[in-house]
């Protein structure tokens, strides 16, 4: 027996060796994959052709500005979710190509990206390496030489990826044309630009704020704006009023849109309230364009409360709030006179299938004229 029991202990020995060295073999197989698609995903982006943004901005009164009296142009660009690895490559590509071809098409003069840029979920992209996968899409945009803002989405900083928001924040501020800040003072990463007149009179504020992740871990629900930041917008909004009455005591409000990653809970209020009346106007809401496609219409938005939509309503200042998050979502509201509007994604990778979708992928165009009002429109990859 004794003999018997050792001969099936070192069959199970073998069994279990061998499953090992089959997931060490494996392991080290996506690991050599790994390299050999980072290298060919970074010879993609740092061959593609450079465009060059019409302006160049300074810094100044604390924040990046840019002089202009003709119209300003915004792209907004969401959910590019750069996977980076192994496994997502075919899907990488798509993603940048999505980018570049957007970004000729519109010219414009700011490119803004409302969060989820990469993706490190292992079993998609094959790592978990965020800031390599952020390394890619700075080096796509120095390749086209643009100027661009990012917002942070709850992707860009998993709890089980490698590098936390400091560490992707030094990576932008590393880039010749992101113009990534930080206030002092305030939860992560929230910073403005300006946009003047030769005056010297601003004509708009672009406000990037974080909504963070989850409110604990990474299967709970999803964070939003705290309260610090919502006293560092009402002041912001405040002294960018005190810079104009400077030059011109009768000047208006400075007017001013809000980019964040995670809906409002007032995207919720607002899309229900629309749905339950047959899809059309109400008091509170006006319908612009788009389509809610998440399951059964769902906005996930943001679940602690937080008071920052009526803030904007008392300050006066905040024309519209444009948020990425749910990816084929892409419709546009006007709610108490305060535009919410989700830009169209540009995911191939998150979403299972939707690299076959195509109704939701593209940009959204924000154009400012030199009184400071907008108009927006959505732009598709595939026209």
């Not at 798509?94 to 570049?100: I, R, S, Y």
């Not at 003047?196 to 989850?214: E, P």
Request: hydrophobic share 35%; net charge negative.
């Amino acid at each position: 027996m004794a003999l018997r029991r050792g001969g099936r202990g070192k069959t199970a020995l073998a069994v279990v060796s061998t499953v090992l060295c089959i997931i060490l073999l494996a392991l080290a197989g996506v690991v050599v994959i790994d390299v050999i698609a980072y290298k060919q995903n970074i010879r993609i982006v740092e061959s593609k052709e450079y465009i060059g943004s019409p302006l160049t901005p300074v810094m100044e009164d604390g924040v990046y500005t840019f002089y202009t009296d003709r119209e300003f142009k915004v792209l907004q660009l969401t959910d590019v979710h750069i996977g980076g690895g192994a496994f997502s490559v075919g899907k990488d590509r798509k993603a940048f190509d999505a980018v570049e071809a957007l970004i000729k098409r519109v010219k414009p003069d700011l490119v803004i990206v409302t969060g989820d840029i990469v993706y490190p979920v292992p079993f998609q992209s094959g790592t978990i390496d965020n800031r390599r996968e952020t390394e890619l899409f700075v080096s796509l945009m120095d390749s086209l030489g643009v100027y661009y803002a990012v917002c942070f989405g709850n992707h860009d900083t998993e709890d089980y990826s490698l590098y936390r928001r400091d560490d992707l924040y030094n990576i932008y501020r590393s880039s010749k044309y992101c113009l990534i800040d930080r206030a002092e003072g305030v939860d992560d990463i929230n910073y403005a630009i300006n946009v003047k007149n030769s005056a010297g009179l601003i004509t708009q504020t672009f406000y990037m704020m974080d909504t963070h992740s989850y409110v604990a871990g990474f299967i709970d629900d999803y964070d939003g704006l705290h309260q610090n930041q919502i006293d560092w917008y009402k002041a912001e909004v405040n002294r960018m009023n005190n810079l104009n009455k400077a030059i011109d005591e009768n000047a208006p409000v400075v007017k001013s849109l809000v980019f964040i990653h995670i809906p409002l809970r007032e995207y919720e209020t607002a899309w229900k309230e629309y749905s339950a009346n047959g899809y059309k106007d109400t008091e509170n809401v006006t319908y612009y364009y788009g389509k809610a496609k998440e399951k059964d219409e769902e906005v996930c938005c943001s679940v602690p409360e937080d008071n920052f939509f009526e803030t904007a309503l008392e300050l006066g200042s905040t024309q519209g709030i444009f948020c990425g998050h749910d990816h084929v979502n892409f419709w546009s509201l006007e709610y108490k006179g305060i535009r919410l509007t989700y830009g169209m994604s540009i995911d191939h990778l998150a979403y299972f299938g939707i690299e076959n979708e195509h109704e939701q992928r593209g940009g959204t165009i924000i154009t400012i004229s030199t009184e400071g009002e907008m108009t927006i429109e959505q732009t598709r990859l595939k026209q």
